[in-house]
């Protein structure tokens, strides 16, 4: 049974975040968010005035370093409030930096209308210049939104509304994080830092506690969510129209030159594929001797002795498999994940759930995550990592304007970690107990981004067109298409609670408000699995194309980072061979299986 969450003041100092390297006291915190307030109305001096290269290079070299700033304002804001989400200081600097980012914003609005009013071929000639030749790309990218860009006091009603427009997206996880009681099983209290594992435990009646606790939570605030969910749905379709898209699918995927076939691809082949996770729910019934599953089996270990993993193991094995990459690479990585305190590793009271990286450029690249001595904790550290190595190398490589690169091609690398401290533990441990737990973890990665990300993504593209269309959201409708969607995936191989089932849109309370963003986990999977395969032939184009594509960053559109490395999503190549991965994971299961039962 776990035990009960520490304080957030009992974790030891090594183990959390070196929070410090940004602001050494909210104090100072303080007085930069009042200096940079202060200095944002400077912004106005560049108003009806870009109208040459060396003007447009002062402007955009302002511009960025402010941003810069609020940036770094803003990652300490919402570092300090995810490890303690009863820190009403740390919740108030969040939301005082959220109204910040909408003054900037608008600070900034005049600047995009000004540019595009300038004909298109003497931008294009002045990019050729020295001050702004490294803006080629930023300015091709601006060139391309131009139907897309409104006038500049438009723009500026459109930067003002970010501060109010943020509520829905704050209101959903301040309640899910703050005040939602998610009850206690056998004693020891649910929170979003040990869910995951309760969830895990080998008692089934421990499991069930704790899933329908934790769902029966959700269900109580259901009415709530869905209508700051609603809101924020209505938020995207409003934007996607005052700017003229075709609708919010559009919106999303258009700033990042993705044609919206990725999208529509992955759902199809999701749906083609999808009898694949039904062998292996009967797989796993099994090997678990139950004659159905309930979802609270869907995590259930599959070993009885399920391998402990410490925090410093797990480092180990990182490092080592990743060690195709090169030296420079695992060393960097090794002192981030150790003596530089990149990551905040355990659970404690008021630690919000989920795992994640964040920094900007200038800061340490930081990993949020709650650690559980486990291949399951091991994996999510590979894969925060993967994300943090990707923002090293990108800002020792690349200009502020290309610092931040998009979520598209974040959750390729993240991903691919994953998958290549997969693939070196297979070689490295073969007794069958090991490999069942690592075969285990590999499909509990999947189950996240190739089964519960296309259906959230299924969900987020039905309700953002029933707003366009006019209709209501409610909780009775969103809990009604969340049970529709999760019983085509689990078939026949999982008896259903539709009630609790329905209500998991919303214990998704951060992804489904950046808009279309969750269908980028089974995309980045996908294009994970295709570069990792390259590393079978030829390792040293493989290595040097890879680190080519995480030093881009944002310099390059995601697609055609992408195919620095190797790779094409613009066809479904990629989307079809990870589902061959993900079959030969159920072979290699139903053969032990089959073997155990003497077949």
């Known amino acids: 049974m776990t035990a009960s969450l520490p304080r957030r003041s009992d974790v030891a100092p090594e183990s959390k975040w070196d929070i410090e390297h940004l602001f050494a006291t909210p104090a100072e915190w303080d007085a930069e968010f009042a200096a940079l307030e202060a200095t944002l109305p400077s912004l106005a001096e560049f108003k009806s005035r870009l109208a040459n290269p060396d003007m447009i290079a002062a402007y955009l070299g302002r511009s960025e370093t402010l941003a810069s700033r609020l940036s770094r304002l803003n990652n300490y804001a919402f570092m300090s409030a995810s490890v303690d989400a009863s820190d009403t200081d740390a919740n108030a600097r969040r939301e005082r930096v959220t109204g910040l980012a909408g003054a900037f914003a608008a600070a900034i609005a005049f600047a995009e209308p000004e540019l595009l009013a300038l004909p298109a071929d003497t931008l294009s000639a002045w990019t050729r210049t020295p001050e702004l030749r490294m803006y080629a790309h930023f300015f091709d990218n601006l060139e391309r939104q131009r139907p897309h860009v409104r006038s500049a006091d438009v723009e500026e009603v459109l930067g003002l509304v970010r501060g109010p427009f943020g509520a829905a997206r704050t209101i959903h996880p301040t309640l899910v994080n703050t005040d939602l009681d998610l009850g206690t099983v056998g004693g020891v209290k649910i929170g979003h830092g040990n869910i995951d594992r309760l969830t895990q435990d080998p008692d089934r009646e421990v499991r ?79 090997l678990l001797g139950l004659e159905r599953l309930r979802e609270y089996d869907v995590k259930a270990p599959l070993t009885a002795e399920p391998p402990r993993v410490s925090y410093e193991q797990s480092v180990e094995w990182i490092c080592e498999g990743m060690a195709p990459l090169g030296t420079e690479y695992v060393n960097a990585m090794r002192s981030g994940l150790t003596t530089e305190r990149w990551v905040d590793v355990y659970p404690n009271e008021g630690k919000r759930q989920g795992a994640y990286s964040s920094g900007t450029q200038g800061t340490l690249p930081y990993i949020f995550m709650s650690y559980a001595d486990s291949l399951f904790s091991l994996s999510t550290l590979a894969h ?216």
């Open 384 to 599: 925060e990592i993967g994300h943090s190595m990707h923002s090293y190398l990108t800002w020792r490589s690349q200009p502020y304007v290309y610092s931040r690169y998009s979520l598209f091609v974040a959750e390729v690398a993240s991903n691919f970690n994953q998958a290549m401290v997969r693939r070196h533990l297979f070689g490295a441990r073969p007794d069958e107990d090991f490999q069942i737990a690592l075969i285990e973890e590999a499909m509990s990665n999947f189950h996240r981004y190739f089964f519960i990300m296309p259906t959230l993504a299924r969900f987020e593209l039905d309700i953002h067109e029933r707003v366009e269309r006019g209709e209501a959201l409610s909780a009775r409708t969103l809990n009604a298409l969340m049970a529709d969607l999760l019983a085509e995936g689990y078939g026949d191989g999982v008896e259903m609670d539709r009630e609790r089932s329905g209500v998991t849109w919303a214990q998704f309370s951060t992804h489904l408000y950046s808009n279309f963003y969750v269908f980028q986990y089974a995309t980045g999977i996908s294009a994970a699995h295709q570069l990792l395969a390259r590393f079978d032939g030829d390792t040293q184009a493989a290595r040097e194309d890879y680190l080519a594509f995480l030093r881009a960053g944002g310099s390059l559109y995601p697609l055609d980072a992408l195919k620095l490395a190797g790779v094409d999503m613009r066809s479904g190549e990629a989307v079809e061979r990870t589902f061959e991965v993900l079959a030969d994971y159920v072979d290699r299961l139903e053969k032990i299986v089959d073997a155990r039962e003497g077949r």
């Open 208 to 286: 069930r506690g704790a899933w329908e606790a934790y769902a029966d939570a959700h269900l109580k605030f259901a009415n709530t969510m869905a209508a700051s969910l609603s809101a924020g749905v209505r938020q995207d379709v409003f934007v996607a129209r005052v700017r003229g898209y075709e609708n919010s699918l559009h919106a999303a995927l258009s700033p990042n030159n993705i044609p919206v076939e990725v999208f529509h691809t992955l759902i199809d082949t999701y749906r083609r594929h999808v009898g694949t996770w039904h062998r292996y729910w009967r797989a796993r019934a099994r």
